[in-house]
Each structure stands twice: as C-alpha cells, then as structure tokens.
C-alpha cells in the first residue's frame, strides 16, 4: 500500500516539521529498500528509486514505460557525491559552480563507482545534477545519490498534482511526497519545466534540452571562469 504525504515547507511551526521528518524518513527507508519515491524537485516531480540496484531501476523503467535507450539521470544531494558518480572536467566544475543546486543536468563520463549501475543502454555516461528543492535535498542528504527521472508516463507531460501522481503509478510507487501546487519552487508544466541538459563527454559542450538555464547563461558562466564558452549552442532539442 503506497503512503502519501501532502507537506507544505514554506508553512512554519513544529507540526510541519515533524510531518516533514517522518515523510522523509519513510522515502529514505523505500529507497534504500529497492522501491519507488515520487518526490518534488525545483523543476518537476522526480519518480527515483536507488541508482545501485539493478531491480529498483527496472523497477522505475517499468512503472514509467520508459525506454532503455532513455537512460536514468542521478540527483546527487552535492556536489561531492556527484563527483562520485560522474568524471568532472573544468567545465563541469565551472558549470556546477554557477548553478548547482539548480535545474541544470550534465553529461559525463562515468566513475568506476557508477560504471555497473543499471541506468539504461549508455553504460559509459551518466546524467547527474544536484537539485534545489528542500524535501529533495533532506532525502538525498540521508538516501546519497538517486536515479531519478520526470514523474510522469513516458512521452506524456509531467505531472504537477498529488491526486494524479498517485493515479498515474498507484501501488507502483512506495511514498509519495506532495506538495501545494502554488509552491513557487515547483515550475509545473511551464514550457522550460524541465532542467537544461548539457553534454560535456565531447570537445564542445552541448546543450540537449535547453531549461531554465539558458545557453547564454552557460557560455557566461564557462567565459567568466576560463573554460571557454563561445562555442555552446542556443537550444538543442527538448
């Protein structure tokens, strides 16, 4: 039976707090488990599950309907433990740096860590970002690294309301953590929704999705730090 907690963190005072700490105590406990969290992030809903265990992201690919050639991003609760995970260049730390937490995802190569992880058909890059919604940090500051991925049903929209999250993937996902849809850190199904995605495994970095961070703000951050900059595209495909 799934378990569904409604939180508001902008609401102050001891009871949130305590609904807040037991909400993510049980996602931290079904992640560790093997099993599925829908979770908010800054951008949209994350349906995640632990990156390391070949059966929980199966697990995920299953409830989403998604590909394998669509490989898993990481959500990293920093930006130490996503070092572990992905192989960063200067342009990954330059970029990291400007943005991180924030709703920017880069593509690099893989440690030896992450290298057996079960992501999808791309075995040698991984996706990874850290993320800048308080619930998604408090678990991932207690859970590490997760595979997470929009929560939504492959090539359908994001969803940005509890009552149809629990619709769409019923018993499939273990908890559920909602919050109001007036949250301001939650972008909905705006058109930028989604985080930028840029690909640093070549020569010139690419941007696949173009997000909230715009190519323009990338070749600034890249200029300002000496890493370049000129060379990154504006837009890329969504």
């Known amino acids: 039976m799934s378990r569904v907690y409604p939180l508001d963190p902008t609401v102050p005072g001891s009871l949130g707090v305590v609904r807040q700490t037991?909400?993510?105590?049980?996602?931290v406990a079904a992640i560790l488990a093997g099993r599925l969290v829908v979770l908010p992030t800054e951008t949209v809903?994350?349906?995640?599950?632990?990156?390391?265990?070949?059966?929980?992201?199966?697990?995920?690919?299953?409830?989403?309907?998604?590909?394998?050639?669509?490989?898993?991003?990481?959500?990293?609760?920093?930006?130490?433990?996503a070092w572990?995970?992905?192989?960063?260049?200067?342009?990954?730390?330059?970029?990291?740096?400007?943005?991180?937490?924030?709703?920017?995802?880069?593509?690099?190569?893989?440690?030896?860590a992450s290298r057996a992880w079960e992501l999808g058909e791309r075995s040698g890059t991984v996706g990874v970002r850290v993320p800048d919604h308080p619930i998604a940090r408090a678990v991932l500051a207690a859970s590490g690294p997760v595979a997470a991925t929009s929560a939504n049903v492959s090539g359908l929209p994001p969803l940005t309301d509890g009552a149809a999250l629990v619709e769409a993937f019923g018993d499939a996902v273990d908890v559920y953590l909602t919050v109001p849809a007036a949250d301001p850190m939650v972008r909905g199904a705006s058109p930028n929704a989604a985080s930028t995605v840029v690909d640093l495994t070549g020569h010139e970095p690419r941007v696949l999705r173009e997000g909230p961070v715009t190519a323009e703000q990338l070749r600034t951050a890249l200029r300002t730090t000496g890493e370049g900059g000129g060379s990154v595209p504006p837009g890329g495909t969504r």
């Open 22 to 27: 037991e909400a993510v105590a049980a996602a």
């Open 45 to 81: 809903y994350g349906i995640a599950c632990r990156p390391d265990d070949p059966a929980a992201t199966a697990r995920l690919f299953a409830a989403k309907g998604r590909p394998a050639a669509l490989n898993l991003p990481v959500l990293a609760p920093d930006d130490e433990q």
């Open 84 to 112: 572990h995970v992905a192989v960063p260049d200067g342009r990954a730390v330059a970029l990291a740096g400007a943005f991180w937490p924030g709703p920017l995802t880069l593509i690099l190569p893989r440690t030896e």
